[in-house]
Protein backbone atom coordinates (compact mmCIF):
# COMPACT_ATOMS: atom_id res chain seq x y z
CA UNK A 1 0.00 0.00 0.00
CA UNK A 2 1.28 3.58 -0.82
CA UNK A 3 2.63 5.25 2.29
CA UNK A 4 2.24 9.30 2.34
CA UNK A 5 1.49 11.53 5.08
CA UNK A 6 0.03 14.17 3.03
CA UNK A 7 -4.27 14.33 3.76
CA UNK A 8 -6.10 11.60 1.53
CA UNK A 9 -9.95 13.08 2.30
CA UNK A 10 -11.14 14.65 -0.41
CA UNK A 11 -12.42 18.10 1.36
CA UNK A 12 -8.74 18.15 2.32
CA UNK A 13 -7.47 17.33 -1.23
CA UNK A 14 -9.68 20.07 -2.79
CA UNK A 15 -8.61 23.09 0.06
CA UNK A 16 -4.53 22.04 -0.87
CA UNK A 17 -5.51 23.61 -4.73
CA UNK A 18 -5.28 26.68 -5.72
CA UNK A 19 -8.74 28.28 -6.55
CA UNK A 20 -10.59 28.28 -3.65
CA UNK A 21 -12.07 24.65 -4.83
CA UNK A 22 -14.16 23.02 -2.30
CA UNK A 23 -15.46 19.96 -1.71
CA UNK A 24 -19.63 18.84 -2.22
CA UNK A 25 -22.25 16.16 -2.37
CA UNK A 26 -25.92 17.05 -4.49
CA UNK A 27 -28.64 14.70 -4.46
CA UNK A 28 -29.57 14.39 -7.83
CA UNK A 29 -31.12 12.10 -10.38
CA UNK A 30 -31.89 9.04 -7.74
CA UNK A 31 -27.85 9.23 -6.63
CA UNK A 32 -25.55 11.03 -4.48
CA UNK A 33 -23.02 12.75 -6.54
CA UNK A 34 -19.71 14.25 -4.89
CA UNK A 35 -17.80 17.08 -6.94
CA UNK A 36 -15.29 20.00 -6.31
CA UNK A 37 -15.78 23.05 -7.46
CA UNK A 38 -13.39 26.47 -7.67
CA UNK A 39 -12.62 29.15 -10.18
CA UNK A 40 -15.19 31.36 -12.25
CA UNK A 41 -16.06 31.75 -15.66
CA UNK A 42 -17.97 29.79 -17.77
CA UNK A 43 -18.67 26.29 -16.32
CA UNK A 44 -16.64 23.82 -17.33
CA UNK A 45 -17.49 19.92 -16.43
CA UNK A 46 -14.73 17.76 -15.47
CA UNK A 47 -15.14 14.00 -15.53
CA UNK A 48 -12.52 11.33 -14.65
CA UNK A 49 -12.19 7.97 -15.37
CA UNK A 50 -11.11 4.56 -13.90
CA UNK A 51 -9.65 3.83 -11.33
CA UNK A 52 -8.94 7.36 -10.29
CA UNK A 53 -11.26 10.11 -9.28
CA UNK A 54 -11.69 13.72 -9.50
CA UNK A 55 -8.01 13.99 -8.37
CA UNK A 56 -6.85 12.97 -11.01
CA UNK A 57 -7.54 16.71 -12.66
CA UNK A 58 -5.14 17.86 -9.82
CA UNK A 59 -2.26 19.14 -11.66
CA UNK A 60 -5.03 21.39 -14.23
CA UNK A 61 -7.41 22.34 -11.93
CA UNK A 62 -5.41 26.03 -10.97
CA UNK A 63 -4.53 27.23 -13.92
CA UNK A 64 -8.38 26.01 -15.40
CA UNK A 65 -10.17 27.69 -12.59
CA UNK A 66 -8.36 31.19 -13.48
CA UNK A 67 -10.43 31.19 -17.12
CA UNK A 68 -13.37 29.22 -15.63
CA UNK A 69 -16.16 27.77 -13.04
CA UNK A 70 -14.39 24.47 -12.76
CA UNK A 71 -16.98 21.54 -11.67
CA UNK A 72 -15.05 18.17 -11.40
CA UNK A 73 -17.27 15.60 -10.56
CA UNK A 74 -16.78 11.75 -9.17
CA UNK A 75 -19.16 9.65 -11.44
CA UNK A 76 -21.73 7.67 -10.07
CA UNK A 77 -19.75 4.68 -8.65
CA UNK A 78 -16.77 6.65 -8.06
CA UNK A 79 -14.94 8.15 -5.07
CA UNK A 80 -17.10 9.96 -3.25
CA UNK A 81 -20.09 9.42 -4.84
CA UNK A 82 -22.79 6.99 -4.09
CA UNK A 83 -22.43 3.36 -5.42
CA UNK A 84 -25.94 2.04 -6.49
CA UNK A 85 -26.49 -1.10 -7.60
CA UNK A 86 -27.41 -0.12 -11.30
CA UNK A 87 -26.95 2.61 -13.63
CA UNK A 88 -23.46 2.42 -14.68
CA UNK A 89 -24.38 2.63 -18.70
CA UNK A 90 -23.01 5.93 -19.96
CA UNK A 91 -26.40 7.55 -20.91
CA UNK A 92 -27.86 7.35 -17.25
CA UNK A 93 -24.65 8.57 -16.26
CA UNK A 94 -25.02 11.43 -18.35
CA UNK A 95 -28.10 12.78 -16.77
CA UNK A 96 -26.31 12.49 -13.55
CA UNK A 97 -24.33 15.25 -14.73
CA UNK A 98 -27.14 16.87 -16.64
CA UNK A 99 -29.06 16.91 -12.88
CA UNK A 100 -26.00 18.09 -11.44
CA UNK A 101 -25.80 21.20 -13.87
CA UNK A 102 -29.48 21.58 -12.95
CA UNK A 103 -28.81 21.87 -9.47
CA UNK A 104 -25.90 23.96 -9.70
CA UNK A 105 -28.37 26.52 -11.89
CA UNK A 106 -26.07 26.07 -14.38
CA UNK A 107 -27.59 25.76 -18.24
CA UNK A 108 -24.89 24.87 -20.14
CA UNK A 109 -21.42 24.26 -19.92
CA UNK A 110 -18.40 22.89 -21.60
CA UNK A 111 -17.91 19.42 -21.06
CA UNK A 112 -14.05 17.43 -20.72
CA UNK A 113 -13.82 13.61 -19.95
CA UNK A 114 -11.00 11.33 -19.72
CA UNK A 115 -11.67 7.34 -20.15
CA UNK A 116 -14.99 6.36 -18.91
CA UNK A 117 -15.37 10.35 -18.02
CA UNK A 118 -15.03 10.82 -22.07
CA UNK A 119 -17.36 8.39 -22.89
CA UNK A 120 -20.18 10.12 -20.39
CA UNK A 121 -19.13 13.47 -21.69
CA UNK A 122 -20.06 12.06 -25.28
CA UNK A 123 -23.27 10.56 -23.86
CA UNK A 124 -23.89 14.03 -22.15
CA UNK A 125 -23.63 15.50 -25.65
CA UNK A 126 -25.42 13.14 -27.61
CA UNK A 127 -28.95 13.22 -25.07
CA UNK A 128 -28.52 16.93 -23.40
CA UNK A 129 -27.46 19.40 -26.85
CA UNK A 130 -29.05 21.90 -25.71
CA UNK A 131 -26.53 21.78 -22.38
CA UNK A 132 -23.89 21.61 -24.37
CA UNK A 133 -21.58 23.94 -25.21
CA UNK A 134 -18.36 21.99 -26.51
CA UNK A 135 -17.06 18.85 -25.89
CA UNK A 136 -13.32 17.35 -25.14
CA UNK A 137 -12.90 13.62 -25.41
CA UNK A 138 -9.03 12.75 -23.98
CA UNK A 139 -7.66 9.45 -25.13
CA UNK A 140 -10.39 7.55 -25.34
CA UNK A 141 -14.64 7.88 -27.25
CA UNK A 142 -17.23 5.82 -26.53
CA UNK A 143 -18.09 2.40 -26.73
CA UNK A 144 -18.72 1.32 -30.41
CA UNK A 145 -19.86 -2.04 -31.82
CA UNK A 146 -16.14 -2.71 -32.82
CA UNK A 147 -15.25 -2.88 -29.33
CA UNK A 148 -17.67 -6.30 -29.25
CA UNK A 149 -15.06 -7.79 -30.83
CA UNK A 150 -12.04 -7.48 -29.26
CA UNK A 151 -10.25 -10.26 -28.83
CA UNK A 152 -9.29 -12.15 -25.36
CA UNK A 153 -5.73 -12.93 -26.54
CA UNK A 154 -2.87 -10.49 -26.90
CA UNK A 155 -2.09 -9.53 -30.33
CA UNK A 156 0.60 -8.49 -32.10
CA UNK A 157 1.33 -4.49 -31.80
CA UNK A 158 -1.67 -4.06 -30.20
CA UNK A 159 -2.02 -3.04 -26.57
CA UNK A 160 -4.27 -6.11 -24.49
CA UNK A 161 -7.37 -4.74 -22.82
CA UNK A 162 -7.42 -7.49 -20.27
CA UNK A 163 -9.07 -5.76 -17.46
CA UNK A 164 -12.03 -5.45 -20.15
CA UNK A 165 -13.02 -8.62 -19.61
CA UNK A 166 -11.04 -9.23 -15.76
CA UNK A 167 -14.12 -6.45 -14.79
CA UNK A 168 -16.90 -8.34 -16.26
CA UNK A 169 -16.23 -11.07 -13.95
CA UNK A 170 -19.08 -10.86 -10.99
CA UNK A 171 -17.90 -10.83 -7.56
CA UNK A 172 -14.31 -12.17 -8.02
CA UNK A 173 -11.95 -9.32 -8.36
CA UNK A 174 -13.83 -7.89 -5.18
CA UNK A 175 -12.66 -10.80 -3.47
CA UNK A 176 -9.17 -10.71 -5.12
CA UNK A 177 -8.66 -6.61 -4.94
CA UNK A 178 -10.04 -5.77 -1.35
CA UNK A 179 -6.94 -3.49 0.14
CA UNK A 180 -4.49 -4.87 -2.42
CA UNK A 181 -6.01 -2.30 -4.87
CA UNK A 182 -2.73 -0.63 -4.92
CA UNK A 183 -0.79 -3.68 -7.18
CA UNK A 184 -3.50 -3.09 -9.72
CA UNK A 185 -2.99 0.81 -9.66
CA UNK A 186 1.02 -0.02 -9.70
CA UNK A 187 0.68 -2.30 -12.60
CA UNK A 188 -1.61 0.42 -14.73
CA UNK A 189 0.61 3.35 -13.87
CA UNK A 190 3.94 1.83 -15.22
CA UNK A 191 2.48 -0.32 -18.53
CA UNK A 192 0.04 2.77 -19.10
CA UNK A 193 2.44 5.84 -19.13
CA UNK A 194 5.42 7.37 -20.32
CA UNK A 195 6.77 8.26 -17.04
CA UNK A 196 5.50 6.57 -14.08
CA UNK A 197 6.51 9.16 -11.95
CA UNK A 198 3.99 11.78 -13.14
CA UNK A 199 1.67 9.85 -10.98
CA UNK A 200 3.28 10.11 -7.41
CA UNK A 201 2.98 8.12 -4.16
CA UNK A 202 0.53 10.71 -2.77
CA UNK A 203 -1.90 10.45 -5.63
CA UNK A 204 -1.97 6.26 -5.77
CA UNK A 205 -2.81 6.48 -2.07
CA UNK A 206 -5.69 8.50 -3.22
CA UNK A 207 -6.80 6.32 -5.42
CA UNK A 208 -6.10 2.73 -3.57
CA UNK A 209 -7.80 4.36 -0.75
CA UNK A 210 -11.04 5.03 -3.31
CA UNK A 211 -11.37 1.73 -4.75
CA UNK A 212 -10.03 -0.42 -2.09
CA UNK A 213 -13.68 -1.61 -0.67
CA UNK A 214 -15.82 -4.35 -2.44
CA UNK A 215 -18.80 -1.99 -3.18
CA UNK A 216 -16.01 0.78 -5.07
CA UNK A 217 -14.67 -2.31 -6.77
CA UNK A 218 -17.86 -3.41 -7.84
CA UNK A 219 -18.89 -0.28 -9.12
CA UNK A 220 -15.98 0.76 -10.99
CA UNK A 221 -16.40 -3.02 -12.42
CA UNK A 222 -19.66 -1.57 -13.09
CA UNK A 223 -18.99 0.83 -15.67
CA UNK A 224 -17.36 -1.65 -18.24
CA UNK A 225 -20.37 -4.14 -17.55
CA UNK A 226 -22.55 -1.68 -18.98
CA UNK A 227 -20.62 -1.31 -22.39
CA UNK A 228 -22.81 -3.77 -24.11
CA UNK A 229 -25.64 -1.29 -23.45
CA UNK A 230 -23.48 1.62 -24.41
CA UNK A 231 -23.07 -0.02 -27.50
CA UNK A 232 -26.62 -0.52 -28.26
CA UNK A 233 -27.38 3.34 -27.36
CA UNK A 234 -24.66 4.76 -29.74
CA UNK A 235 -26.23 3.11 -32.63
CA UNK A 236 -29.41 5.22 -32.00
CA UNK A 237 -27.17 8.39 -31.79
CA UNK A 238 -26.97 10.98 -34.78
CA UNK A 239 -23.39 12.63 -34.45
CA UNK A 240 -23.05 15.36 -32.41
CA UNK A 241 -23.24 18.81 -34.06
CA UNK A 242 -21.30 20.48 -31.39
CA UNK A 243 -17.34 21.14 -31.45
CA UNK A 244 -16.01 18.04 -30.29
CA UNK A 245 -12.17 18.12 -29.32
CA UNK A 246 -10.45 14.78 -28.81
CA UNK A 247 -6.56 14.71 -27.35
CA UNK A 248 -4.59 11.10 -27.49
CA UNK A 249 -1.29 10.20 -26.21
CA UNK A 250 1.42 9.40 -28.60
CA UNK A 251 2.01 6.12 -27.00
CA UNK A 252 -1.68 5.41 -26.14
CA UNK A 253 -4.94 6.05 -28.27
CA UNK A 254 -4.27 8.67 -30.70
CA UNK A 255 -4.65 6.24 -33.65
CA UNK A 256 -7.66 4.80 -32.37
CA UNK A 257 -9.19 7.81 -32.09
CA UNK A 258 -7.91 9.30 -35.21
CA UNK A 259 -10.03 6.44 -36.80
CA UNK A 260 -13.09 6.18 -34.51
CA UNK A 261 -13.65 10.26 -33.62
CA UNK A 262 -14.50 11.56 -37.06
CA UNK A 263 -18.26 9.65 -37.17
CA UNK A 264 -19.16 10.93 -33.93
CA UNK A 265 -19.58 14.80 -34.86
CA UNK A 266 -20.24 16.75 -37.49
CA UNK A 267 -17.01 19.12 -36.01
CA UNK A 268 -14.34 17.42 -34.77
CA UNK A 269 -10.51 17.34 -34.66
CA UNK A 270 -8.19 15.13 -33.06
CA UNK A 271 -4.61 16.10 -31.92
CA UNK A 272 -1.97 14.28 -30.81
CA UNK A 273 0.04 14.72 -27.10
CA UNK A 274 3.11 13.89 -27.46
CA UNK A 275 5.20 11.98 -24.92
CA UNK A 276 2.20 10.91 -23.11
CA UNK A 277 0.86 7.82 -22.41
CA UNK A 278 -3.01 7.27 -21.43
CA UNK A 279 -3.12 9.46 -18.00
CA UNK A 280 -2.78 12.88 -20.06
CA UNK A 281 -4.18 15.36 -17.25
CA UNK A 282 -1.25 13.60 -15.05
CA UNK A 283 1.36 13.26 -17.52
CA UNK A 284 1.29 16.22 -19.79
CA UNK A 285 -0.95 18.89 -17.83
CA UNK A 286 0.67 21.87 -19.26
CA UNK A 287 -0.13 20.71 -22.98
CA UNK A 288 -3.95 19.56 -21.37
CA UNK A 289 -4.75 23.19 -20.20
CA UNK A 290 -3.14 24.84 -23.77
CA UNK A 291 -5.15 22.63 -25.74
CA UNK A 292 -8.20 23.47 -23.31
CA UNK A 293 -7.74 27.14 -23.35
CA UNK A 294 -7.72 27.44 -26.98
CA UNK A 295 -10.58 25.31 -27.76
CA UNK A 296 -12.91 26.56 -25.39
CA UNK A 297 -11.57 30.09 -25.49
Keep these: MPTTTAPLDDASLAASLDGGFTSRHAEVNGTRLHYVEGGSGEPLVLL ?16 LARRYRVIAVDLRGMGGSAKPEAGYDKKTMAADVHALLGHLSIASAHVVGHDIGAMVAYAFAANHPGATCRIALLDVSHPEEAWARMTLLPQPDVRHLWWFAFNQVQGLPEQLLEGRYHLLLDWLFTAMTTDPASIDAHSRAVYA ?4 SPDAIRAGNGWYRAFGQDI ?4 AYPPVTVPLLALGGEHSNYERLVAAVPALGTDTRVVRVDGSGHYLPEERPETVVAELVAFFG
Aim: aromatic residues 20%; glycine residues 8%; without cysteine.
Design 48 to 63: GGWPQTWWQWNKVLPA
Design 209 to 212: RAYD
Design 232 to 235: ADLA
